[in-house]
């Protein structure tokens, strides 16, 4: 392991690979800003999953995306190694200085040994060939969390690039076709910027879920409060059924853009919002993104590694002893009592005194 920090200036080309979800490489973003102000004269490339390419798209610091899809392994072994081979073809002509690898994923040990850059940084594993693939390997704390955005940083302070703090924010870009979209259907709906609450209610993990009818409630309230509400939701079939439910149960007048929109979208109508609420999910860092204050909820997973990143927020938690377990719900069921016995007014409370603020 080289202990040295790496040669900033001689940098052309860098490429930071993170392959995880959407919220996790929205976290990413200020690697890129940072990367982009301690060397200016390199381009800055990513590698994400394909259904994550709309978290860097438009990132000004970000000069390509490569992306691998996760379809590959379904469309048969010889169309996988040709998209394989395609895509190591296509590195491998940008000729990387450094590589910066965000998750303990083998592809990344993978390709810093066959890109050969000058440098590569990863997170540290007790594994030979992990050790052997990177000229830096950075640690995680042993004993108390860190937010991931930190975490990820830490990649760049192993190689001796130390962020500011103005440079930590995140960084997400909608677009004007996107902004276009949603000016369009706000004005169609008859509801003015900044003069909504945005809803996001529903996850692709169960175990992150409110309950429909607390759901529900809280629509009720905040529209007999006087909110606008604007409400959205992914467009696969499951979590159109929950929207569904909770918007039959609420009864209330509640704008719904659920499946309407893609993630670009949403971030034009995070930004256009009072206030979003929701659940752990990318939605909620897509507002924190845009500078939204967010009301989120907090089960099983970790509020200090992945709660809102500098935004005004509230994060309504249980106080269960034992979240964050980090478990898909009670014994691996799905459903989290830590969530589901959250009560309404608590997250109605929260939601009021953040519009409350100064």
């Not at 066959?114 to 540290?124: D, F, K, T």
């Not at 659920?258 to 860092?285: I, K, N, W, Y």
Request: net charge positive; aromatic share 6%; proline share 6%.
């Amino acid at each position: 392991m080289v202990p040295d920090p790496i040669g900033v200036d001689s940098l052309r080309r860098v490429l930071v690979v993170k392959l995880r979800h959407h919220g996790d490489v929205l976290l990413s973003s200020p690697v890129f800003r940072v990367l982009a102000a301690r060397a200016p004269q390199a381009e800055i490339d990513a590698l994400v999953y394909a259904d994550t390419r709309d978290m860097l798209a438009g990132h000004p610091s970000v000069a390509r995306i490569h992306t691998i899809d996760r379809e590959w392994k379904r469309q048969g072994l010889l169309t996988q190694l040709r998209r394989e081979s395609a895509l190591l073809s296509g590195l491998r002509e940008r000729r990387y200085q450094l590589i910066v690898h965000l998750t303990e994923h083998w592809r990344g040990a993978w390709l810093a040994q066959l890109l050969r850059p000058r440098w590569s940084v990863a997170p540290a594993r007790d594994n030979g060939f992990w050790k052997a693939a990177f000229s830096h390997c950075y640690a995680s704390p042993r004993a108390t969390p860190r937010h991931t955005v930190e975490s990820n940083l830490d990649a760049l302070r192993r190689v001796g690039i130390y962020p500011t703090e103005d440079e930590k924010r995140l960084v997400m870009v909608p677009g004007p076709e996107a902004e276009a979209k949603v000016d369009a259907l706000l004005a169609q709906h008859g509801v003015a910027a900044k003069g909504f609450l945005h809803v996001h209610p529903t996850s692709r993990w169960l175990f992150k879920a409110w309950t429909d009818e607390r759901n529900a409630e809280l629509l009720q309230r905040l529209a007999k409060d006087g909110h606008r509400l604007v409400l959205t939701g992914a467009p696969n079939a499951r979590e159109q059924a929950i929207v569904k439910r909770i918007l039959e149960r609420a009864q209330a007048p509640v704008v719904d853009l659920s499946g309407q929109l893609t993630l670009r979208e949403m971030a034009a109508l995070a930004a256009r919002a009072r206030l979003f609420f929701g659940v752990d999910s990318a939605p909620m860092h897509i507002a924190a993104a845009m500078g939204t204050p967010v009301v989120v909820l907090f089960g099983p997973s970790g509020e200090r590694q992945w709660g809102p990143w500098r935004v005004a927020h509230r994060v309504v938690e249980s106080g269960h002893s034992c979240r964050p377990c980090g478990n898909d719900g009670c014994g691996g069921s799905k459903v989290s009592e830590c969530l589901t016995e959250l009560p309404v007014d608590r997250v109605h409370s929260a939601i009021n005194e953040l519009l409350a603020r100064p």
